[in-house]
């Protein structure tokens, strides 16, 4: 599904970002990527999606080279991506209802679809009971779950998040967890970039740990660190 | 497109208009102002033609003829000036006829006892009151005219006078189009600066630049629409009075009947148009980088 080679990332200035990854992340994975702060998750999570452009080396999505997609595919690799993001980023004057429905009316979905849809996932993430709601009117996890529910609307093949649970409090967090862990056993790939040990050591998953912008682990089944 | 899509792009439109609602007026009365001042000139001018292509139907060319030509001579320098181009009427005047004439507007007394002192003369008239002087020139050249008179100076200088009227209305206008421009992309900028949460969420879910741009598009155009309207309300009632003022105290004066800017109107609206497109499109490539 996902492969990356050679691939490097210098910022403008310098900085060195991601060194040289080698990677292949196959369809219906879970993948935890996991590293300190400035190691390079979050660089690596916007190549993905192409927010940015490696500075060498090539990245496949579904056996195309995204680095030649032209400007105007861009918007259709990204609909095939879910991003979920550690600040929500929900439009703060919209219902529940309407920061859905909002995705697709982007991609131009029909009333009627849309009408079908987005309760179904407001199910999924069990937020039915605050449809009307506004973002302000809810709690950080439930908002994380608004920002699943969005990612997931469009049916995306795989599912990105960064930080997903970096605002939220441990049991929150692992609710987030689950959700992730029950939309990847209902068929999504799920790529996560975090560095909450605890969650990661108990979900059991194949775990990439970055150290200063390189791969130093891949691991099945992984711990957040193997350091003892 | 979906009729859904459409609806969004106007509902975004609209909501930022009302949300910018003083940077919005601006815009629109920038652009009001600029097609004023464009119609203004634009009146005067075709006015002014309309008026000058009446005292200029008046404007004649007078040839006096040598006193030695003969009948024959007369004759034929009648068709041959006839044959000009542009020349739409050619009319003798003998010596006897031009004195009677002169005597009807001096009065009979003060010529008595005198020998006639005019010549015979023709007076010819022209297609389009712009060539007078160049036929005026190819008259002089035939052989047997003594003289050629016509309203020298005063035709030139009255076109003259209606080139610079145009040639200053357009360059105001375009200075006011540029100053529209400028403050239309300064009200979509602003639009683009609050949305931008909402802009950086829609490029990530994977909308199409086509569908990030419209809705500030349509701000610019609507903005660009209710200008001119507003431009066109203005020039149209003053016109109005304008017309009619004329008419009942200068009656001798006819001005353009405003049925004939029917078509302005909506060229009018064109430019505003134009005007809000351009400046939505300035911003839009500057700030939103899509
Ligand atoms: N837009 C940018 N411009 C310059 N340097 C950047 C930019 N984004 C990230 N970096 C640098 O790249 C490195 C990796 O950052 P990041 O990918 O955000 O790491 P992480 O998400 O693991 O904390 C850091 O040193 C950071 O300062
Ligand atoms: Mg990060």
Known sequence: MIELFGVTKMYPGGQVALKDINLRISKGEFVFIVGPSGAGKSTLVKLLFREELPTRGQIFFSGRNINRLRHREVPYLRRRIGIVFQDFRLLPEKTVYENISFAMEVIEASSREIRKRVPQVLDRVGLSHKVKAKPSELSGGEQQRVALARALVNNPDILIADEPTGNLDPDTSWDIMTQLDDINKRGTTVVVASHARELIDCMKKRVIQLEKGSLVRDEERGVYSNET | ???????????????????????????????????????????????????????????????????????????????????????????????????????????????????????????????????????????????????????????????????????????????????????????????????????????????????????????????GLIGSSIAIGVLGIAYNYLYITVKLNLPMISLVPKEQFYDYALGFLGIGMLIGAFGSSFSIKRFLNV
């Open chain 2, 1 to 223: 497109m979906r009729l859904r899509t459409i609806k969004y792009f106007f509902r975004e439109s609209f909501t930022s208009l009302v949300r910018n609602r003083w940077m919005s007026l601006a815009s629109v009365g920038a652009v009001a102002s600029a097609l004023i001042i464009l119609g203004s000139f634009l009146l005067l001018s075709v006015n002014f033609d309309y008026i000058l292509k009446d005292v200029e139907s008046q404007v004649e060319i007078t040839a006096y003829l040598e006193d030695s030509l003969d009948k024959n001579g007369i004759s034929r320098l009648n068709n041959h000036l006839t044959a000009i181009i542009g020349v739409k009427e050619v009319n003798f005047i003998s010596k006897k006829a031009a004195i009677e004439e002169f005597k009807e507007q001096v009065g009979k007394e003060l010529l008595e006892g005198i020998d006639n002192p005019l010549p015979n003369s023709f007076r010819i008239k022209v297609n389009d009151p712009h060539e007078v002087a160049v036929v005026a020139e190819k008259v002089e050249k035939f052989a047997g005219i003594d003289e050629v008179k016509y309203g020298k100076g005063v035709v030139e200088k009255l076109f003259k006078i209606i080139h610079w009227v145009r040639l200053i209305g357009l360059a105001i206008m375009i200075v006011f189009a540029a100053v529209s421009v400028f403050i239309i992309s300064n009200t979509i900028r602003l639009t683009v600066f609050a949305r931008r949460r909402e802009i950086n969420i829609m490029k990530y879910i994977g909308a199409t630049d086509w569908f990030v741009r419209w809705p500030f598009l349509i701000e610019g155009i609507v903005l």
